[in-house]
């Protein structure tokens, strides 16, 4: 796999507070943000971000929430309310002179979604892709978490010591991978524990503590916004089929595809169905009615050629 050039942005929100970020690809093509999980970094998306036939095609945005990975922490006051996470959203589109991008949410990652949407005056996406998304952290709202996750969300929430969060963090590292079809490099798992690892346990409980608005992103849902749900079949954090349904209720123009043998992470043990599947969602979105091609000015790849290489199996990166 050749190697991607990163442009690396080390940028201010509104409260002062740092946020690191990076994107690869032509700023010309469709802009695609990849939002992390919890406790854990956009350095996740590293395989994502290196693939060429991604990268080609696409311009990818990744970004560390506050108090995660090369962010900085901010847990006191409002420092985790819903507005701060809009703003760190709104600092990174600036950044990158991105408009109305489509977001890739991972787990957690689709309450920030919540979170973007309800302080935003309009909707400041063009679709969503929700990976094994726990959107639902209100408890007033439908369960989305199986046991075994609300187990150790309860145990991140509840303590401060760094033995109990340690132990939990271990479990929830395997937790992501639990099922997986494809074999987990030592190396990797080992890193991915240590950015959960290096978030300060009170830090890790404000973040579980704060409260989610997913209102408006159900809203824009009802109203048409895109959306295509990817599971892992064999996820142990995610209680697919609840998540499915609810989310169903809400987004009128929605998908939903179940990987079998994928696990939380799938975009890792199921890389190739994953890159598969965006470019197909993004294609046919960059071909939708000029009011949302609007959001991708100038494209630098032909969407319809790309997805009919795709539906027919031929490799998108040949297509240049």
Known sequence: MSTVTAAVKTLRSSDGTVIHAEAVGNPQNPPVVFIHEVTLCSAVFDEVFHDRRLAEHLYLV????????RSGTSILQDGQHPLRHA????????AFGLRRPIVVAWGFGAAIVGDICAAASHNPISGVVFIAPLPFLDPRLPRSATERMLGLTQ?????????????????????????????????????????????????????????????RLLEAGRQGLPLMLLLGGSDALVDCPAVASELRRHFRNAEAHVLEGGSHALFFDKHAEFVKLLLVFVGRLAVRPVSFR???????????????????????????
């Open 62 to 69: 990744r970004y560390d929430l506050r108090c995660h990975g």
């Open 87 to 94: 703003e760190d959203f709104a600092a990174v589109l600036n």
């Open 294 to 320: 609007d959001s991708f000015p100038r494209l630098a790849f032909d969407p319809c050629k790309l997805m009919h290489a795709l539906l027919i199996g031929h490799d998108p990166h040949e297509l240049t």
């Open 155 to 215: 145990q991140l929430r509840s303590s401060q010591d760094t033995v109990i969060t340690a132990r939990a963090k271990t479990e929830l590292i395997n937790g992501l991978f639990a099922g997986s079809t494809r074999q987990v490099p030592d190396m990797l798992r080992s890193a991915w524990l240590g950015f959960s690892i290096a978030q300060p346990p009170e830090a890790t409980q404000a973040i579980l503590a704060a409260p989610h608005d997913p209102s």
